[in-house]
């Protein structure tokens, strides 16, 4: 037992058998001091796996030696514990064990705990909510069977501690039958119950300050009702109550949420119970928007020291490993280790150690970390925090933040700030974003003045700000502390071109330590990266193929694809039970559907065109020539009723190659930009977690076309403003209708705005998904769509000798992805129909993983629409125009962020209210959505999508 927990256990073991006669005006006072702090892992990530175009982040330590044929492998699992021990100076990790599919990875890593873990490393494992036995049973026999499993001293006896993941979702007498079970299985244990249940006390609160009587005394009394059967409270996966602009609600967790449950606790028949208080660093679902700002590290702090401050027994934190959801807490790319040194610090005060610097620490730079977003769209307000992090130096030290251009160019400056090196101390500065229109670029600089008189400047090496007029789904931010830059000794990174609309790229870099990686990023997507390996060849030479298949049910795939007419070679490696490499093709034996089914083969390139792909599988049989991808580089095919086949010349890097483990690289390749203005920079992270980028390079794109006039919702004026913005930096989305391009919807705005007909958005964009591939998916996997469907995708048919879609009015549609209508932005929506029905039909929807934005309907030939705003208000439009049946007509729709103008054949409304902006990202779908008959029956040969507002709006 380490010396830490026994000091826990003897305070537990000097009040427990006394606590039930303690009087009730004493209060609950917590069992462990100080408390035990851990944060849970998803033991389902590792630092090896294939992060690269799935997640706006990735762990800073990835390092893809450590990849096993397993979910969990015990190198990588020793690293990540040896970080929370050792880097963070916490007590251990816990982990969601809420499904059967989950006990095996917690199995493995319990035996790689046992194996070897730091000293006194605990690991505090959580159920899920529900009153299932089996895999508890399990569970238990795991836990039980590892010394390194969390036991606490209770009523004398020193029992296994389990928290929960949402337990109040599940009957209390649900859950008691559950845990009586169990108990006569296993023996008694400690149960921790999630109270999760605070929506009705916190919309009171937001409203009013307070909570009402009537819903308090509700609260409380759900509250003990779970209390009855548990052995105290699990607030790990608590914390994410927001406020309107969603950033986390400190007041409502310490002026309600913990004065409630103390409260609760405090009574005479609680007072033995345990309290865990959470903590977290954010939480962004980067393909629905559903968004608790990181806000800096202001989250992580101001949630962290709430509960530090209630004195509770343990701080748990979600999550050490949540790529999908950005909750991280373990290092990544993006926040380099500014959470290690926050909760190190944090660390350092409960165990009353004095402040110190990281091992190996350059003290002569400050202990201070910037953070802010790295990409806005015009309105948002930059923000740039700046917080000192003591260590232990002395002295003050003054700061001036400004921002620069791409040339180099002062475009917005600070005032100078002071810091005490010895304070935990904030400053930031805001700036509303629309004052600099017409800049695409920002690069944070900072001029320090140290206590000794030295004076530093820092701007190379930090990332960049990219501020698009429009259009935006990254809320990430970066925060970068600036002891963890990397010392460059020289670097170059140079973009020539175009040449048939491919740039010449050159970049290197030199340090002063090995270099984990380096990496070109476009628009902060991975492109290339130096591989000591050559498992790619060069793509001048040689084409590397993207097959992508996935369909919308769930089917056996079983069979094998290969390539005939020109060399081939696939690089999907043999697993010996999914897949079979057989040189120019593939052997599978599988399911497919919403996962990720996704084959790279290289061919030269002199032979490329002249390949055709062979697809012979249970569900999928057929053929796709090569040449498809002549014209865009990409090509997508529909197969009744509901798989896709995606093909792509792959530009980008399939997979993060090994560490360099050089001082020095360098790399040289052509690639065509996918987007007018995409933005290109080089990054290098080093073995020790050190990370440096370039000054970012744009790519023009489109010759500029003069400037005219925008609307953008102002963050600081709470209202929509005008600016003036250059036309070619607005996204112009005309979709071509090309029956040569199958089902993809294919747009010069370039790729990440391609739509595919019938199937998912991110099989065409290859960004995002996350783990499955299907996040972001409008229909919810089937959820929110018709049963009766014969085909997902419309029919290419001629209509007046152009070519048209055909929609059934079943469940035909056509997806688009997140940011074709714009959140934030103000946008024109046109195109020709023929419907052929005057049922209620779902012309457009914004909608990703929940409702977006705006719903245009036609029913009984009139066109109308709804629209919800950013505050979950929905307004309903009425033009009073119709679309006549059976014939052809021009639509056209118009948004302003505040009113909606609706046109039919010339025939123009009043502007109607739809005040904005809107409630999340998402993709955006024509021709219908939901589980019921709102699909659209007719025809399409036409649309167009322009991120501002075309007609007048008065």
């Not at 628009?523 to 193929?545: C, F, G, I, Q, S």
């Amino acid at each position: 037992m380490s010396a830490r927990l026994a000091a826990g256990l003897a305070v537990i073991a000097a009040i427990s058998s006394g606590c039930r006669a303690i009087a009730q005006d004493q209060g609950w006072r917590a069992h462990i001091s100080p408390p035990l702090v851990f944060a849970s892992s998803q033991l389902k990530y590792g630092l090896y796996q294939n992060y690269l175009h799935r997640y706006m982040d990735r762990p800073l330590f990835m390092d893809t030696s450590l990849r096993e044929r397993a979910v969990v492998t015990c190198p990588s699992f020793h690293r990540i514990m040896s970080h929370a021990a050792d880097m963070y100076e916490m007590d251990g990790l816990g982990a969601i064990i809420g499904t059967p599919g989950m006990i095996q990875r917690y199995e493995i890593a319990m035996e790689c705990a046992e194996r070897q873990h730091p000293d006194g490393f605990m690991f505090f494992p959580l159920f899920g909510g529900d009153a299932q036995t089996d895999y508890k049973s399990r569970t238990l026999e795991i836990a039980g069977s590892s010394s390194v499993t969390a036991r606490l001293e209770h009523r004398g006896r020193h029992l296994m501690r389990f928290g929960t993941y949402g337990g109040d979702r599940t009957p209390p007498e649900d859950l008691a039958e559950m845990l009586a079970t169990l108990r006569a299985e296993h023996g008694d244990f400690l149960y921790l119950i999630a109270i999760t249940r605070w929506h009705d006390a916190h919309e009171e609160f937001l409203a009013d300050g307070e909570v009402s009587a009537e819903t308090d005394a509700a609260m409380k009394a759900h509250i003990r009702e779970y209390l009855d059967i548990a052995d105290g409270i699990d607030m790990s996966y608590g914390g994410a109550w927001r406020r309107p602009d969603r950033t986390f609600d400190v007041e409502f967790y310490r002026g309600y949420v913990i004065p409630t449950v103390k409260s609760v606790l405090s009574e005479r028949e609680y007072l033995d119970r345990f309290l865990v208080l959470g903590a977290k660093i954010g939480y962004f679902q980067f393909m629905s928007g559903s968004t608790l700002d990181e806000d800096g590290t202001r989250t992580l702090r101001a949630s962290f020291e709430a509960a530090m401050d209630a004195e509770p027994d343990m701080i748990g934190m979600a999550e050490w490993d949540e790529l999908n959801e950005h909750t991280t807490i373990e290092p990544t790319v993006c926040n380099s280790l500014s959470t290690q040194r926050i909760i190190r610090h944090y660390m350092r005060q409960l165990k009353g150690l004095a402040p110190a610097p990281n091992p190996g620490d350059d003290t002569s730079i400050p202990n201070l970390i910037v953070s802010y977003r790295r990409k806005l769209t015009l309105g948002e307000q930059i923000e740039i925090e700046m917080l000192n992090v003591p260590d232990g130096s002395q002295g003050g030290y003054t700061v001036t933040a400004s921002l620069v251009d791409e040339q180099g160019k002062m475009v917005a400056d600070a005032a100078p700030v002071t810091f005490e090196a010895a304070e935990f101390t904030e400053r930031r500065w805001t700036i509303p974003s629309e004052t600099l229109a017409g800049e695409m670029i920002l690069r944070p600089s900072f001029a320090i003045t140290t206590a000794d008189g030295r004076e530093l400047q820092l701007r190379d090496g930090l990332h960049h700000i990219t501020l698009r007029p429009t259009d935006n789904w990254d809320y990430k931010w970066v925060k970068q502390p600036l002891r963890d830059l990397a010392t460059s000794e020289h670097w170059e990174f140079v973009m020539e071109g175009p040449d048939d609309g491919h740039y010449t790229v050159t970049g290197s870099f030199r340090c002063n330590e090995p270099l984990a990686s380096l990496e070109v990023l476009e628009d902060d997507d991975e492109v290339r990266a130096v591989d000591v390996t050559d498992e790619y060849p060069d793509r001048d030479d040689t084409m590397l193929l993207r097959v992508d298949i996935r369909s919308y049910e769930r089917h056996e795939f079983v069979g094998r694809m290969w390539i005939d007419g020109a060399d081939a070679q696939f690089h999907t490696k043999t697993d010996g039970r999914y897949f079979f490499n057989e040189g120019n093709g593939v052997r599978a034996n599988m399911w497919l559907g919403q996962w990720r089914r996704v084959f790279f083969a290289s061919i030269p390139r002199e032979q490329a065109l002249d390949g055709t792909l062979h697809l012979d599988f249970t569900v999928l049989k057929g053929e796709v020539p090569l040449s498809r991808l002549r014209t865009e580089g990409l090509y997508s095919q529909h197969f009744k009723p509901d798989i896709q086949v995606t093909l792509e010349d792959f530009q980008r890097e399939p997979d993060l190659p090994p560490h360099i483990d050089a001082n020095e690289a360098s790399l040289q390749f052509t690639i065509p930009p996918r987007r007018p203005h995409a933005v290109f920079h080089l990054r290098a992270i080093t073995v020790s977690g050190k990370t440096w980028r370039s000054a970012p390079v744009i790519i023009p794109g489109v010759e500029p076309a003069g400037p005219v006039t925008l609307d953008v919702y102002s963050d600081t004026l709470g209202e929509t403003t005008q600016v003036q913005v250059d036309e070619s930096a607005i996204p112009d989305l005309d979709y071509r209708f090309a029956p040569e391009n199958g089902s993809l919807m294919y747009t010069d705005a370039g790729v990440p705005f391609c739509g595919q007909i019938g199937g998912r958005a991110n099989a065409v964009t290859y960004v995002g998904g996350g783990e499955a591939g299907g996040m972001g998916n409008p229909f919810h996997n089937g959820g929110l769509y018709p049963q009766e469907y014969s085909s997902t995708a419309p029919e290419w048919v001629e209509a007046d000798g152009k070519p048209a879609l055909r929609f059934d009015g079943v469940g035909n549609y056509i997806v688009f992805p997140r940011e074709v209508t714009p959140r934030r932005g103000a946008w024109t929506l046109s195109f020709e129909i023929k419907p052929t029905s005057e049922k209620k039909q779902i012309l457009w929807r914004h909608h990703g993983h929940y409702i977006g934005s705006v719903t245009v309907y036609l029913e009984d030939g009139e066109l109308w629409s709804t629209y919800v705003d950013h505050h979950l208000n929905t307004t309903t439009q009425r033009p009073a125009l119709t679309v006549p049946l059976n014939e052809w007509s021009r639509v056209e729709i118009s948004y302003d962020l505040d009113t909606m103008v609706f046109e039919v054949n010339g025939q123009t409304s009043e502007a109607l209210p739809a005040p904005g902006p809107g409630l999340y990202i998402g993709t955006s779908i024509f021709g219908g959505h939901g589980a019921g008959t709102e699909y659209f029956e007719g025809s399409l040969r036409a649309l167009r999508v322009v991120h501002r507002a075309m007609l007048h709006h008065g």
